[in-house]
């Protein structure tokens, strides 16, 4: 067998890194895969936590992993992906064909062996692929055919989506598509994906999904897509029968425009309360794609809703909003849907729609000479939070571009000003 040749000028030792250039050692470091072989030779870690229930193999796995390597155990340095990055699953590094003989299900079983005892012993990303670790995690807690229910949610998902991105509503969309024995098997797997919540080996792994994804609605529901929230479900249950299309709408409303986000739970009257009502008031469906139900059908079901609420003692729905208040909600919420703007910025844009909508102007009615007049009348620490609000509109027209139409069309002309030194 060949020997790996290891570079003279800098080895890499357990726990520090030797340069024979300087002769000198640098910052010490963990000495993982030592401390892991000591942690299975002394029983540290419990047998009946390991897979085998046994750790000779393990020990064995390692003894092996020196051979290829052919340096001693402290001599290695794999933390954290390393070991998985060298010995990747799908093709074998040379050393380890030599070794194992180009048989790919020995060096599959090997790799496993050194994988699982990694993760038990220090509970995090072992593996290159974040789903790679999850579905390890649920086959050392309940077997490999509960892990292979996993593989149907991961193979589903967008490319480079981490098992802790797995959300509701992406999860109900993605079913939406599905049918028959594909729709079975991603319910399976996101049912496998919730139950590892309780694993404390899971948990520790810090790659969960922050929330449980929960059982999904029956496809026949035509809350399918965007679910009530559990006070609102309630209500729904007791509502005359005419009214319901409108909450289930009205709530769909309300998750497009980020009037309420999917994991909120307000109560009725909450949900239509004037702030909240006014906002719905303004959003469009065919600014979110929807055709059906029209503008038109919209606004009926928000009266019915206000109606339903005076009935059980509310305030029902506010006066209408005028168009001008309909547009500047628009760009806020599109503003909203920019992960590039923090709350605060968002909140700027108040600096410029107060004086505008004084002025009966909507965004798209603002030119320019305006901008730049309004600015010249305010007071320093007025025309601060104007010129921020200026930003946050410019910075929309570059993402956006001609692709919306509720945006200042020739952009706002302020530049921002760099300081002197």
């Known amino acids: 067998m060949s020997r790996r040749k290891t570079p003279s000028s800098r080895r890499r030792f357990i726990g520090k890194e030797f340069s024979s250039e300087t002769g000198g050692e640098t910052n010490l470091h963990i000495m993982l895969f030592a401390n892991i072989h000591a942690k299975l030779k002394d029983r540290q870690i419990a047998p009946s936590s390991l897979p085998e229930r046994d750790p000779f193999p393990y020990l064995t796995a390692f003894s092996i992993l020196c051979r290829i390597e052919s340096v001693p155990l402290m001599v290695l340095r794999f933390e954290g992906t390393d070991f998985s990055k060298r010995y990747p699953k799908s093709k074998m590094p040379a050393d380890a064909a030599t070794h194992f003989r180009g048989d790919l299900s020995l060096y599959r ?26 579905i390890r995690v649920a086959r050392i807690c309940r077997g490999a055919a509960f892990s292979s229910r996993i593989h149907h949610v991961s193979s589903r998902l967008p490319t480079g989506t981490s098992p802790i991105a797995v959300k509701r509503l992406r999860a109900i969309e993605i079913d939406s598509n599905l049918s028959g024995q594909n729709k079975a098997s991603f319910r399976q797997g996101l049912g496998a994906l919730d139950a590892l919540q309780v694993e404390g080996l899971a948990q520790r792994t810090g790659l969960l999904p922050e929330r449980k994804v929960g059982t999904l609605p029956k496809p026949s529901d035509h809350r399918t897509r965007y679910p009530l929230a559990p006070r609102l479900t309630r209500v729904w249950e007791k509502m005359p029968a005419a009214v319901k299309p409108a909450l289930v709408f009205a709530w769909r409303m309300a998750v497009l425009g980020e009037v309420f986000d999917l994991e909120d739970d307000p109560g009725i009257l909450q949900f239509m309360s004037e702030g909240r009502a006014r906002a719905l008031t303004a959003l469009r469906p065919e600014n979110f794609g929807i055709n059906r139900p029209s503008q038109d059908t919209y606004a009926i079901y928000l009266q019915q809703l206000g109606q339903f609420c005076l009935s059980i003692g509310g305030s029902g729905l506010p006066d209408r909003a005028s168009a001008v208040d309909q547009e500047w909600v628009i760009l806020r919420a599109l503003a909203k849907q920019l992960k590039i703007f923090s709350p605060a910025r968002v909140g700027n844009i108040s600096a410029v729609s107060t004086p505008a909508r004084r002025d009966g102007l ?60």
């Not at 496993?112 to 999850?134: C, F, K, M, N, Y």
């Not at 921020?388 to 000003?417: H, K, W």
């Open 109 to 134: 079983n090997w790799r496993r062996l050194i994988l699982d005892a990694q993760l038990i012993a220090e509970p995090g990303l072992v593996d290159s692929d974040p789903w790679d670790t999850i």
């Open 362 to 421: 909507a965004p798209r009615d603002l030119t320019p000479a305006w901008f730049s007049n309004k600015r010249a009348s305010l007071a320093a620490e007025k025309r601060r939070a104007f010129e921020s609000g200026c930003f946050v509109i410019d910075e929309m027209a570059e993402v956006y571009g001609q692709s919306i139409d509720v945006l200042p069309p020739n952009r706002t002309g302020l530049s921002r000003q760099r300081r002197q030194r």
